[in-house]
């Protein structure tokens, strides 16, 4: 029998893995030579952090404790943070555009840039503008000390909900000098994250290697204490039904619908080679006399699709433009009026 490869192989040092980067010939995101490590494996059951210290659970923050019974009463329109890194008067307008018009932004890293704010920082410049902030954490850059500060902050902060992701390796990026971390891994701190007592969402790619696997693998972040899934991009509302009925699992579902509203922003979507976008959308959008018009209209239409299936409590308008981030949230704010 061929022996199974080390887990300690795998460059982000995940325990419970595999991430949602798996290539679709089943290839580590950071070394395309190799597989993943966790592909040959069975799905990894949750036995906690470190095994024998359990992790005692607070009560749910004020802010948490809103946003269940609210994602219970109706569906949220969630948008992607389109704001420049390290940027406060991006932010700051990004915000003023989006205030009003979105039930919360989703304040995670930007995909071009490995240096950001603090997650707690974002969320209190966010907070100041009147918006809920859903904000994204991920464990590249922090251990498990850090992590647990951020995590304190941001129930300070009074933010609707936290974001586990494992994260980008510092490899990909404009970073490589960067030493990565990943003391822990995204399942890791979604127990850490409930037991501060937030919302806790994490992402599920039903798209990626191994097909068969994923529902089980969200299963496990289940276990762990997560509340919310935001579904990457897996073709449209078909294949998120399929997974949804799949897991078989008291969870509330978030898809993602691609904004895509002219050619910079369906490059920045087809340049994520993991994701699978509706059959025809960027096509469409490319060859549309007016690109923006049909991107915004295309989102709408599958925002719709989306929200009608059982289990979804929201949708998460998804994307970006650099260097075009106020008018990529005008059309964010423009695709929540018409799902209004």
């Not at 982000?12 to 980067?21: I, L, S, T």
């Not at 809103?66 to 307008?93: F, G, K």
């Not at 997650?119 to 859903?134: E, S």
Request: net charge negative; glycine share 8%.
């Amino acid at each position: 029998m061929q022996a199974l490869p080390l887990l300690d192989t795998c460059p982000k040092r995940m325990e419970y893995g595999p991430c949602g980067g798996v290539g679709f010939d089943g290839s580590c995101e950071i070394d395309a030579e190799h597989a993943c490590t966790f592909l040959p494996r069975a799905t990894v059951p949750w036995a906690g952090i470190d095994r024998t210290t359990p992790v005692h659970l607070t009560p749910r923050t004020a802010a948490a404790a809103e946003t269940l019974a609210s994602l219970s009463a109706r569906p949220w329109i969630v948008a992607d943070l389109p704001a420049r890194a390290l940027s406060v008067a991006s932010i700051d307008a990004c915000a003023a555009i989006l205030s009003g018009e979105v039930d919360a932004v989703l304040a995670g890293d930007a995909g071009s840039a490995r240096v950001q704010f603090p997650p707690a920082y974002r969320a209190h410049l966010l907070r100041r503008a009147g918006l809920r902030v859903w904000t994204g954490l991920n464990m590249r850059d922090r251990n498990r000390v850090a992590i647990e500060g951020e995590l304190a902050a941001l129930a300070v902060e009074g933010v609707a909900g936290v974001h586990c992701v494992t994260g980008d390796h510092t490899r990909t990026g404009h970073r490589p000098d960067a030493a990565p971390v990943f003391d822990l891994d995204s399942t890791e701190a979604t127990a850490l994250a409930r037991a501060a007592g937030h919302v806790v969402s994490v992402a599920a790619s039903p798209a990626a290697p191994p097909v068969e696997r994923r529902a089980a693998r969200l299963r496990e972040k289940l276990r762990a204490g997560a509340d919310v899934c935001f579904v990457n991009h897996a073709g449209g509302a078909d294949p998120v039904r399929r997974f949804i009925d799949s897991v078989a699992a008291p969870v509330r579902f978030i898809p993602c619908v691609p904004v895509v509203v002219d050619h910079a922003s369906a490059d920045l979507l087809e340049s994520f080679t993991t994701l699978v976008l509706p059959e025809g959308f960027l096509p469409r959008v490319r060859s549309a006399h007016d690109p923006r018009a049909e991107g915004i209209a295309l989102a709408v239409a599958l925002a719709e699709e989306m929200l009608a299936l059982p289990g979804v409590v929201g949708v998460n308008l998804s994307g970006g433009r650099d260097g075009g981030e106020e008018a990529f949230a005008e059309a964010q704010a423009e695709i929540a009026r018409r799902l209004r």
